[in-house]
């Protein structure tokens, strides 16, 4: 005997007191083909303009779309990874009909609807990070493609959605030829409470203001949480990263009144540079001006 004894591991189990898990979300629009506006669409207040101005602790609640099931096959496939075995991610979203609720132990829609006639599944359009921990998959279906009542989305590694699929919502899309649908997969890996996004002191954008002038204010190095508030009594224009035009500016990303405030968590968007304009004489740092990030 080798002298290891072997122990069964304990199974894996949500815990109220580490609420770490992978969850998946899908955000979904209608868009009219003729005019490009969107006619209906799915939850997602995360993924809303508006949301960067909702307090910090309150965006942790909101949710990036409508929750659906990370399945077994996913978690599987994402155990086999941590190991060093090669493994095929997913890159495919599929449609169907089928309206039976999601379950854990799904591993295919319930039925499939071919979107172009003769494929179960078309690749993503686009693959990228948005903020740390979290993983984006869009793929855009046009006017041809999926025209049916839509009751399942499933989130594939290939043109196949009769097996080892990773994730599966229930929605309910009435699409027509005339318009274009576009889905928004996230995967996230959620932040429990404790685990930071980054640790440290913040660090303050440096430079000298004066009077009704494109003024740049720069960080010693890039930050990607940013937090400005303006008390200097008159009105300010601000753009990241990038000059404006004209003065009174005419190009410009954000306006901050006299006693309000703006801050950005994306975690996706490296701020170097604050350009700044105002009819007020200023050397940062100062109270009358607060530019900080981390």
Known sequence: MSGIVSIPPPKPRWNFLDQFKVRGYV???LVDDATGKVVKRGEGTATRWWYRYIPSFLQQLLRLGTENAVVDYARNRMATAVIGTSVTYPTFIALGTGTNA????DTALQTVSQYDGSNDAKVASSQSLKGLYTSRIVVQFGTTEGNVTIREL?????????QNMWARVNVNIAKTSSERLNVYWYIVFERRTGLAIKS?????????????ADITLT?????????????SGVLMYVKLNGAFTGGPPTEY???????Q???????????STVHVYMNDTLTMPTNELIVRGW
């Open 27 to 29: 955000d979904w629009e």
């Open 102 to 105: 999601v379950a854990a132990s």
């Open 154 to 162: 499933g989130l594939f590694p290939a043109n196949d959605a009769s």
């Open 200 to 212: 440290g002191t913040s660090i303050g954008a440096t430079g000298s203001i004066t009077p009704n």
């Open 219 to 231: 960080f010693a190095s890039a930050v990607t949480i940013m937090f400005i508030h303006n008390n």
């Open 253 to 259: 990303d954000f306006i901050l009144q006299d006693g």
């Open 261 to 271: 405030s703006y801050f950005m968590s994306e975690e996706e968007i490296e701020v």
